[in-house]
């Protein structure tokens, strides 16, 4: 079946950076939609970035308005992994992140969860001002 594992949180402080990384096994990846979203304590789980592909080996980012400019989506496919790099880190970006993979379609929102199918069990992010 189908599994993520996030890896990557931690205790940070503001201005620090993390790289999250999510391992996908039990299928193929390569053109699945895979986004990072985050919860924090009493809010909504919300979407931090996604990479769809859009054809042979390419793809394309997308990024919540938050975090535009100080993360950075990318993958290895041959790796099946999906990474996170944080940059400039608020106290605001605390929250549990999780790695989630849908698959292809050609009317997906990346920034929807209704587009994904399967889901990590999340890693810890808090960073102290």
């Known amino acids: 079946q189908v599994q993520l594992v996030e890896s990557g949180g931690g205790l940070v402080q503001a201005g620090g950076s993390l790289r999250l990384s999510c391992v996908a096994s039990?299928?193929?990846?390569?053109?699945?939609?895979m986004g990072w979203f985050r919860q924090a304590p009493g809010k909504e789980r919300d979407f931090v970035a996604a990479?769809?592909?859009?054809?042979?080996?390419?793809?394309?980012?997308n990024y919540a308005n938050s975090v535009k400019g100080r993360f950075t989506i990318s993958r290895d496919s041959a790796k099946n992994t999906v990474y996170l790099q944080m940059n400039s880190l608020n106290p605001e970006d605390t929250a549990v992140y999780y790695c989630?993979?849908?698959?292809?379609?050609?009317?997906?929102?990346?920034?929807?969860?209704?587009?994904?199918?399967?889901w990590g069990q999340g890693t810890q992010v808090t960073v102290s001002s």
């Open positions: 989630a993979a849908g698959p292809y379609s050609r009317a997906v929102v990346p920034g929807d969860r209704l587009s994904y199918t399967y």
């Open positions: 039990g299928g193929t990846f390569i053109s699945y939609t």
């Open positions: 990479t769809t592909w859009s054809g042979r080996s390419t793809y394309l980012a």
